[in-house]
């Protein structure tokens, strides 16, 4: 069975690929999940790009769903868009989560064999990690 594809967007293309780097790490010990970042605008600094969103969407696409996790404001509002004109593969949902836990959790659940419900009660569920 074909992995959930991860897709990271962020306003910065460092910060997608850390955090990218990161969830890869900490799912490692097996397959990993396909896991892309799509950080910045199209010009290489602060921004959202669809172009970049899409190509990334595209590269973790298996055929089993791809989850889309955002940072802010504009990245949410152009995946929307996205998913609201059918440009991204079928089966993507973006997931309502914490950008870095979310990301982590969603990795591994997808890495583990998880399908795309199960990924994305995964990142949800990363609301929940308290820290005290």
Same mark, same amino acid.
């Given at each position: 069975?074909?992995?959930? +594809? ?40 602060? +921004? ?37 004109? +059918? ?25 583990? +064999? ?19």
């Amino acid at each position: 069975m074909n992995p959930v +594809g991860i897709v990271l967007v962020s306003h910065s293309a460092q910060v997608a690929e850390s955090v990218a780097e990161l969830a890869r790490g900490l799912a490692a010990g097996g397959a990993v999940a396909p896991v892309a970042a799509a950080g910045g605008g199209p010009d290489g600094g602060l +921004g959202t790009s669809a172009e970049l969103i899409l190509a990334a969407a595209a590269s973790v696409d298996r055929g089993a769903g791809v989850a889309l996790l955002v940072d802010l404001g504009s990245a949410v509002l152009t995946v929307k868009a996205l998913l609201e004109d +059918g440009d991204l593969p079928p089966d993507s949902r973006l997931l309502d989560a914490p950008f870095l836990e979310g990301a982590v959790a969603a990795v591994v659940a997808a890495s583990a +064999g998880a399908p795309l419900e199960g990924v994305s009660t995964a990142a949800t569920e990363a609301y929940d990690y308290r820290k005290s």
